[in-house]
């Protein structure tokens, strides 16, 4: 047994005489099976005596036992070590409740403090006949308004951290552009070199056009000129207009 229970156990000695006394005060659930009387007692007085011996420990005794090397002891050093700040001083400490289930029994023993309450929670397995301790917690009991509280800081931590994740994302993202071989870059090179296009074709139809009329205008300033026995020198057809006469 390491030292934490040898502590305990002679914390208790001077209570084993009234063994059946402190039983019959103990509260037991039952879950799949029926606890042995003795191992029930056993755990009772383990567990209360634990929580006895751990509550008024000094700073330099946690250290100790935090160096123990037992993994248990300072499973229970570390747990007490966190909260003993926030419940301030012992008040009372009740009758432990003891359950059992998947061949682990555990103890619960609830202990009022000055600040909040707490319950000391142990585990323990029965090892070919042995008891053996498995684990030690201490689960402050918070009021509502804290657990909220709580609640809402987290809440607001797990958004802020999911905003930085995606704004550093969104950055990380932008700088594929500048990565040799990405798709970014590609398409970036690609949008840069493409061809400039050409310019759009003159249309020459006018051009065309006005050539044709041209040519038109002088021959027949040619033929009016020689009708009339004169040269085109006296006169200048300005403009050329198409009669629409009826067929005979």
Known sequence: MNQMLKKASSVCAAAVCAASLMFSGASVVMAGSEI???????????????????????????EAYLESGDEFTEGAMTAWDDARDEVG????????????SNHQYTATVPVDFEKLDAK????????????????????????????????????VMGLGIVFVILVLLIFIISLFKFIPGSPAAAKKEKKEEAPVPAPAAVPVQE??????????????????????????????????????RPRR
């Open 36 to 62: 042995d009387e003795e191992i029930m007692t056993q755990i009772t007085m383990t567990a209360e005596g634990l929580t006895q011996t751990i509550i008024p420990l000094s700073d330099e005794e946690i």
């Open 89 to 100: 001083e012992l008040k009372e400490a009740g009758k432990a409740e003891v359950e059992f």
């Open 120 to 155: 000391f929670v142990y585990v323990f397995e029965d090892v070919e006949g042995v008891l053996t301790p498995v684990s030690a917690s201490v689960d402050v009991q918070y009021p509502l308004s804290t657990t909220m509280k709580n609640a809402g800081l987290n809440t």
């Open 207 to 244: 051009t065309v056009q006005a050539a044709d009329d041209t040519e038109l205008i002088a021959v027949i300033a040619a033929a009016i000129a020689a009708a009339e026995g004169t040269t085109t020198d006296g006169f200048v057809v300005r403009s050329i207009r198409k009669i629409n």
